[in-house]
């Protein structure tokens, strides 16, 4: 069945570093892929999404490429901030005729700190 | 912007009792979910659920779940005799026609069964 393995956490960062968080899949045929964001005491929101091998997901200068080649689709930022701590989650969609089924990955928890 | 709710927020249960978990979808979605996050562990899919039936479950959703849309706004999970092993982090979720893999949660409703 279909995977999401992502780099193990906690990371832990100082203000402005840059941020590589690593995300591989195996899935069958071709998935959209994704990322989630949790906050502290919150739910997952989406981060950034992929359809198609070579498409880049970006949002609040987040960026992930979506690498069918190396199955890939890791999470990058340039200079990170203490509001991204946060949980990151990577997922892939598999449609189910009725809907979208989700397979998420561990997790990994960022710290930032100043 | 619209969003996902769900109630209650925290839940605590004595085991073999029922509880049923609250979700109110975004109102234009046709597709909904629960996936459910045991403490330290993946999110993991439950159910999806459109045209008023469970299009796909996941073999953790066994007799003892099930789901309803009772009216036009609200989606609920029961649990009917609940175990130790219940204790998680459910989350609803809902789509689109459009986008229908783009999945929008809840902040989750933690439940704790003692």
């Known amino acids: 069945g279909n995977s999401v393995t992502q780099m193990e956490g906690p990371v832990t960062l100082s203000e402005e570093a840059f941020l590589t968080i690593n995300c591989t899949y195996t899935a069958t045929g071709y998935p959209s892929l994704f990322w989630y964001v949790q906050y502290p005491g919150e739910g997952l929101q989406l981060l950034l999404k992929?359809?198609?091998?070579?498409d880049k997901g970006s949002n609040k200068g987040f960026e992930a490429t979506y690498r069918k080649e190396t199955t890939s689709f890791h999470l990058e930022k340039g200079s990170v901030q203490v509001s991204d701590s946060a949980v990151y989650f990577c997922a892939l969609s598999e449609f189910t005729g009725g809907g979208n089924k989700l397979t998420f990955g561990t997790g990994t928890q960022l710290k930032v700190e100043l | 912007e619209p969003e996902v709710t769900q109630t209650p927020s925290h839940q605590v249960t004595q085991m073999g009792q029922e509880v049923i978990l609250r979700c109110v979808p975004i109102s234009n979605h046709l597709y909904f979910y629960w996936y459910r996050q045991i403490l330290g562990q993946k999110v993991e899919f439950l159910v999806s659920?459109?045209?008023?039936?469970?299009?796909?479950k996941s073999e953790i959703f066994d007799d003892q779940f099930s789901v309803e849309r009772p009216d036009g706004s609200n989606f609920t999970l029961k649990i009917r005799s609940t175990k130790l092993e219940d204790s998680a982090m459910y989350f609803c979720?809902?789509?689109?026609?459009?986008?229908?893999?783009?999945?929008?949660f809840g902040p989750g409703t933690r439940l704790l069964v003692l």
């Open positions: 659920f459109y045209n008023n039936e469970i299009s796909e």
């Open positions: 979720a809902s789509s689109d026609s459009v986008t229908q893999e783009t999945q929008y």
């Open positions: 992929a359809t198609k091998a070579d």
